[in-house]
C-alpha cells in the first residue's frame, strides 16, 4: 500500500496539547480546502510503500507519529494506522475535521476551518480543537465544536514564519474573554525548527 507523502521529518510538537514532545511527522500531500494562511504546497510528494514509510522512521528515537498534510484523512485508512500501531507506535492526527477520524488513532486534533457545526457533527469527540484565528475574527463557543480535551486558538503567522502580533494579542485578549479556550503559540516557527 502506498501513501503520497509531502515529507518525513522529525522535530518537536510545535503547538497544542502535546507541545514540546518529540514526534515523527509524516505530511501527507492532498488537501479538501484552500485555507488562504496554509503555509504548505501539498500538491507534490512522492508515492512510499508503508514498509518504506516503517523503514525511514525507524531511525528515529521516537515512537509517536503525527499524521499530517493537507488533510491526512485523504489517503489515511484503518489499515495503514493498524499498519504503525502492529509496529509500537503510538499516532495523532491533525485535520480539519471534515471526514470521520479513525478510532484507532491515539490522539485527535481536529481544526474546523468555516463550518464548525459539520465538524461537530462528523467528529463529535476529539482530543483537541485548535483553531487558526486572526484578528476580528469570531470565536465560536465551545458548545459549538466537538467534545475535547483541549481547546486552543493559534494566532495565524504571516509569511510563513513571522509572527503577527496583531494576531499574537488578538487571541490573548479572546481567551480572557473566552476562558474556556487557551492559546497556543506555534513555538516551531517561533524557534526555527521544523
Not at 514498509?51 to 528515537?61: A, C, N, V
Not at 498534510?69 to 503510538?90: C, H
Request: proline residues 4%; glycine residues 6%; negative net charge.
Amino acid at each position: 500500500m502506498n501513501l503520497n507523502v509531502k515529507e518525513i521529518f522529525y522535530s518537536l510538537q510545535g503547538e497544542g496539547g502535546r507541545q514540546g514532545e518529540a514526534s515523527i511527522f509524516i505530511r501527507l500531500t492532498q488537501c479538501n480546502l484552500k485555507c488562504t494562511f496554509c503555509d504548505t504546497d501539498f500538491s507534490v510528494g512522492i508515492d512510499m510503500h508503508i514498509d518504506h514509510i516503517l523503514s525511514t522512521i525507524k531511525q528515529f528515537p521516537c515512537k509517536w507519529i503525527i499524521w499530517t498534510g493537507g488533510e491526512p484523512t485523504i489517503q489515511l485508512t484503518d489499515y495503514v494506522i493498524s499498519f504503525f500501531k502492529n509496529a509500537g507506535y503510538l499516532q495523532a492526527i491533525e485535520s480539519n475535521g471534515y471526514t470521520k477520524l479513525s478510532d484507532w488513532l491515539d490522539y485527535t486534533v481536529v481544526s474546523p476551518k468555516g463550518n464548525t457545526d459539520y465538524a461537530k457533527k462528523i467528529n463529535p469527540q476529539v482530543d483537541e480543537v485548535r483553531l487558526s484565528i486572526q484578528r476580528g475574527d469570531a470565536i465560536p463557543n465551545v458548545e459549538e465544536m466537538p467534545e475535547a480535551k483541549y481547546y486552543f486558538l493559534s494566532p495565524i503567522f504571516t509569511d510563513g514564519r513571522a509572527a503577527t502580533k496583531t494576531n499574537i494579542d488578538y487571541c490573548v485578549e479572546q481567551v480572557k474573554l473566552h476562558p474556556k479556550w487557551r492559546l497556543s503559540l506555534q513555538i516551531h516557527k517561533l524557534i526555527g525548527i521544523e
